[in-house]
């Protein structure tokens, strides 16, 4: 394999020269020079490292992006997202799986860092721990020094260019139409608690309630962490209780599909016994049964668009101010109808 300085003996120039000549650097070299350079490079098949062009002009065409959960269809929509754009402007995306632990999200960060990654992308929600804000706020100060830029798919406690969902309106798109089909006792499974996402979605219930004028039961507001298995919990906890909704609002698909399978083996239907309805409306939400009434948010084009900014804010053409908030829609499907006299549950 040639080597760099194989270019430049038989070209019968310096080094430097041959690497900015093959990095497109803005160094002027003569015209003459230059074809000569090239012409070895071709005769002697050489391929410069992408690392190495790196060191010169500071671009690597890496992107970091630092996701809760690999497995949750949820993510998957959005580094499609990333990845498709990314792939349309030359950038490789290195996908980092944090399980929204904060010592893993860091080590991730710092090892982007290492890498000299051009910009890192949050996608989800942003984590609620004092400790953790004070490290990745000097981790990032390290990024921007090296005007690396940062972009979040949610609302996150540091700086950074959001891309966000009315997660609140979302969730109270939700209640509001279980309210439409005369539901009253509506129960909410809410996400992990350290989640700003899970916050402003709780916050969307309550405000459904108030704007309603319906009471806050707190043995309706069920603990989940946006697995399926959180909703198979949250059936269980349904089941048990003496005084039971009508009505179940998860505060995304994979709840909702594991509540709607637990309260099934508890001898329930949906929605006959009970009207359930996510958010996110990831693709299995079309094919469980019954087929989930949703919230759905633009996961793909958020990461898209999330990608998108990240080139525009590395160019100068955006800064972190201009947020940017995506549309969602109520999909309805038929887990969810009109509401009836539980008293015999």
């Known amino acids: 394999m040639a080597l760099i300085t194989d270019v430049a003996k038989m070209a019968n120039v310096s080094i430097a020269t041959v690497s900015r000549v093959l990095s497109g650097s803005s160094h002027p070299v003569n015209e003459e020079t230059r074809v000569r350079v090239l012409e070895a490079a071709r005769t002697l098949n050489y391929s410069p490292s992408a690392l190495a062009q790196a060191m010169v002009t500071r671009d690597t065409h890496i992107v970091g992006v630092i996701i809760g959960d690999a497995m949750d269809p949820?993510?998957?929509?959005i580094v499609r997202?990333?990845?498709?754009?990314?792939?349309?402007?030359?950038?490789?995306?290195?996908?980092?799986n944090s399980d929204r632990v904060p010592a893993i999200e860091l080590q991730y960060l710092n090892t982007l860092n290492d890498y000299r990654v051009d910009g890192v992308i949050f996608a989800g929600g942003g984590l609620v721990d004092k400790d953790y804000l004070r490290q990745i706020s000097l981790a990032l100060e390290v990024f921007h020094e090296?005007?690396?830029?940062?972009?979040?798919?949610g609302k996150h406690l540091f700086p950074s260019l959001p891309i966000l969902i009315d997660n609140e309106q979302a969730v109270e798109d939700a209640v509001n139409h279980l309210v439409t089909l005369s539901h009253t006792?509506?129960?909410?499974?809410?996400?992990?608690?350290?989640?700003?996402?899970a916050e402003l979605r709780l916050n969307g219930y309550k405000a459904a309630l108030a704007?309603?004028?319906?009471?806050?039961?707190?043995?309706?507001v069920l603990s989940g962490d946006y697995t399926y298995e959180a909703g198979l919990k949250a059936a269980r906890a349904i089941d048990a209780l003496v005084d039971k909704p009508t009505a179940v609002t998860a505060s995304n698909d994979l709840m909702a599909i594991g509540c709607i399978v637990g309260l099934k083996e508890f001898g329930y239907e949906v929605p006959k016994d009970f009207s359930v309805i996510g958010l996110d409306?990831?693709?299995?939400?079309?094919?469980?049964?019954?087929?989930?009434?949703?919230?759905?948010?633009?996961?793909?084009?958020?990461g898209a668009m999330g990608m998108e900014s990240l080139i525009r804010l590395r160019n100068g053409e955006m800064s972190i101010n201009d947020a940017v908030t995506l549309p969602h829609h109520l999909v309805v499907r038929k887990s969810t109808a009109s509401a009836r006299d539980t008293a015999r549950l």
């Open 74 to 77: 949820y993510f998957a929509a």
């Open 185 to 197: 006792q509506i129960a909410y499974i809410s996400g992990p608690s350290l989640l700003t996402t």
């Open 211 to 220: 704007r309603h004028g319906l009471n806050l039961n707190p043995e309706f």
């Open 281 to 302: 409306d990831i693709a299995i939400a079309q094919v469980v049964d019954p087929p989930l009434t949703t919230v759905s948010l633009p996961l793909y084009d958020l």
């Open 81 to 96: 997202g990333v990845e498709d754009v990314a792939r349309k402007h030359g950038y490789l995306v290195i996908v980092c």
């Open 146 to 153: 090296r005007e690396a830029v940062c972009v979040s798919l």
